[in-house]
C-alpha cells in the first residue's frame, strides 16, 4: 500500500493552499458571498408571475361583478317610473304650408305626429316615480343631455281656437332651459312645494315631477336621467319618449293656420300676421 498524500498536497491540487494560494502561486480572491444570477433571475420572475395572477383574479372578479349588475339592473331596479307629454293641441309642421296641404280638420291630431309634427317651443313632461317595494327609495338627482342641436326649423304652427285649461297641479315643478350651454333643472319658482334633490319615494309615497323645457334658439333633442340609492345599491333610470329622445324646437317664420274643433268640415282658416310665423287654428 503506497504512502497516503498529505492535507497540504491535497489543498494544492484543489487549486488553494494554505495561504490562499494557486499551484501556481498566484492569490485566489476569496469568494463574495454574491447570489447565484440564474437563482435570482427566477425568484423575479416568480415574483412577477405571482403580482400579475394576482393582479388578473382582482380585474376578473371586479369585471364579473360590473357585468352581474349591468345584466340584472333592469331586474332589481326598486322604481317603476311613468312618463307622459303634456296633450297640448300646438303643432308646428315644418315648412310654410297652406290649408290645401292638410288633412280634414278632423284627422289632424293624429295625422301630425305622423308627419314630423312637434309642440313649438316648450315641451312638458309629466314624470311619476313610485318605489315597486316598501323600501324607501331616495332620488338623488334628475340628469339632463341634449344629445343633438340643430338651428330652429321654418315651419308652420297649427293652433286651436279654443284650449282647455285646468291641467292637474304639478306636485314637483322644474324648469330646464335648453339655450344654456350646461341645461340643468331648477325649481319652478311659481311652486313652493318644489325643492331641489333628493326626493325620497316608496310603493305608498310617490312623486310627480312636472318638467318644463323651453328653447328659443334650437331644435333639441333631449334624454332625462334619474339617479337612485336603495339599500347599499344605486343606479340610474332613463326617461325618454319611448326609447327617442325628447324633442323641443323653437322654429322660423312660417305660415299660421287654423281650423274650428266644433265644427271641423267648415276646414282651416288662414290667420299668417306679418312678421309673425304662421299660425293655423283648428
Avoid at 116 to 122: D, T
Avoid at 176 to 190: I, R, T
Avoid at 229 to 258: M, N, V, Y
Amino acid at each position: 500500500m503506497g504512502k497516503r498524500p498529505s492535507r497540504a498536497l491535497y489543498e494544492r491540487r484543489r487549486g488553494h493552499g494554505p495561504a490562499g494560494l494557486t499551484r501556481s502561486g498566484s492569490s485566489v480572491p476569496p469568494r463574495s458571498g454574491k447570489a447565484d444570477p440564474h437563482q435570482l433571475r427566477r425568484w423575479l420572475i416568480g415574483l412577477t408571475s405571482a403580482v400579475v395572477t394576482a393582479a388578473l383574479v382582482a380585474w376578473a372578479t371586479n369585471f364579473s361583478g360590473w357585468l352581474w349588475n349591468r345584466l340584472t339592473v333592469h331586474k332589481t331596479e326598486p322604481l317603476a317610473v311613468n312618463t307622459e307629454r303634456e296633450g297640448s293641441r300646438v303643432w308646428a309642421i315644418s315648412g310654410k304650408l297652406s290649408p290645401a296641404d292638410l288633412p280634414p280638420a278632423r284627422e289632424f291630431g293624429t295625422w301630425a305626429p305622423r308627419h314630423g309634427g312637434f309642440h313649438p317651443n316648450e315641451t312638458v313632461v309629466y314624470v311619476t316615480v313610485q318605489g315597486s317595494t316598501s323600501d324607501v327609495v331616495v332620488l338623488t338627482r334628475m340628469r339632463v343631455r341634449v344629445q343633438k342641436r340643430l338651428s330652429p326649423p321654418l315651419a308652420t304652427v297649427i293652433d286651436p281656437c279654443w284650449m282647455c285649461v285646468g291641467a292637474p297641479q304639478p306636485i314637483r315643478a322644474f324648469k330646464l332651459d335648453l339655450d344654456s350651454p350646461n341645461p340643468v333643472l331648477k325649481p319652478d319658482p311659481a311652486s313652493r312645494e318644489t325643492t331641489n334633490f333628493p326626493y325620497r319615494v316608496s310603493n305608498s309615497d310617490p312623486e310627480v315631477f312636472q318638467i318644463t323645457a323651453d328653447t328659443s334658439n334650437c331644435d333639441c333633442r333631449w334624454k332625462l336621467y334619474l339617479d337612485w340609492a336603495s339599500g347599499g345599491k344605486s343606479g340610474s333610470l332613463t326617461i325618454d319618449a319611448g326609447g327617442q329622445p325628447f324633442r323641443t324646437a323653437a322654429i322660423r317664420e312660417g305660415a299660421s293656420l287654423c281650423y274650428d274643433r266644433d265644427n271641423p268640415q267648415s276646414g282651416y282658416a288662414d290667420t299668417t300676421h306679418p312678421g309673425k310665423a304662421q299660425r293655423v287654428c283648428h
